[in-house]
């Protein structure tokens, strides 16, 4: 198995600038999530969707973040405008409801000037 | 709201020496996580553990759970300088699949 596939690894844009992340889960896994890592925050979950449908987006920071999930094989999150304050590594997470162990892509990492 | 505690947040040690990573976490939670990530890489699921009691071990790592006292330790046996890595622990406070809260990693640097 190809494991969670996310694009593109690294993306630097500036400010002002409309930013979108991609996904792909695992073949199979019907949840999927999406993590943020930085140094002063840690990991924080933004949002998560079993079956394609959102459950939980209280971790959203503002309303410049949105996420959608068309298919079970595909998902963006979408950050617009970016800000500074947005860099950090953004990671895809999947798995199958039940057992629990979510499998991480490799992340992108976001630097916003 | 769920919370969990990693301490220490940074170790050193001698390669050949135990020691013991701590993870605390406020309110129930039916599971508990250990992950591995190296420097600039990705997340590495190590362990799950299910219920109370369980004890899970994979080559020199072990890892326990007690749900009652809210406690999941990381046992490292015999320290090699390939263990060397930030260590989380995660728990999801919902059933089936739900998102994880993480602590805040243990960073361990295993000396020669």
């Known amino acids: 198995d190809a494991g969670v596939i996310q694009s593109p690894r690294h993306e630097v844009t500036e400010m002002g600038q409309e930013v979108t992340l991609r996904c792909k889960p695992i073949s199979g896994h019907n949840s999927l999530f999406w993590y943020r890592q930085t140094m002063m925050r840690g990991l924080e979950l933004l949002i998560y969707f079993n079956n394609n449908v959102p459950i939980d987006d209280s971790g959203m920071p503002e309303d410049r973040f949105s996420a959608k999930m068309p298919n079970a094989s595909f998902s963006t999150l979408k950050i617009q405008p970016s800000e500074p304050r947005d860099s950090a590594v953004y990671f895809c997470?999947?798995?199958?409801?039940?057992?629990?162990?979510?499998?991480f892509g490799p992340g992108t990492r976001l630097t916003v000037l | 709201e769920l919370k969990v505690e990693q301490n220490p947040l940074f170790l050193s040690m001698q390669e050949g020496k135990n020691y013991t990573i701590y993870c605390n976490y406020s309110?129930?939670?039916?599971?508990l996580y250990w992950y591995r990530q190296d420097p600039g890489k990705s997340l590495e699921s190590l362990f799950v553990l299910l219920s109370n009691g369980a004890v899970k071990q994979e080559g020199r790592l072990m890892a326990s759970l007690d749900t009652k006292a809210r406690l999941s330790t990381l046992h490292i046996t015999a320290a090699v300088h390939d263990l060397s890595a930030t260590y989380f622990c995660?728990?999801?406070?919902?059933?089936?699949?739900?998102?994880?809260?993480f602590g805040k990693g243990t960073h361990l640097i295993i000396q020669p």
């Open positions: 309110t129930t939670s039916d599971r």
């Open positions: 997470a999947s798995t199958t409801s039940g057992f629990g162990v979510q499998y």
């Open positions: 995660a728990a999801n406070s919902g059933g089936g699949a739900d998102g994880l809260t």
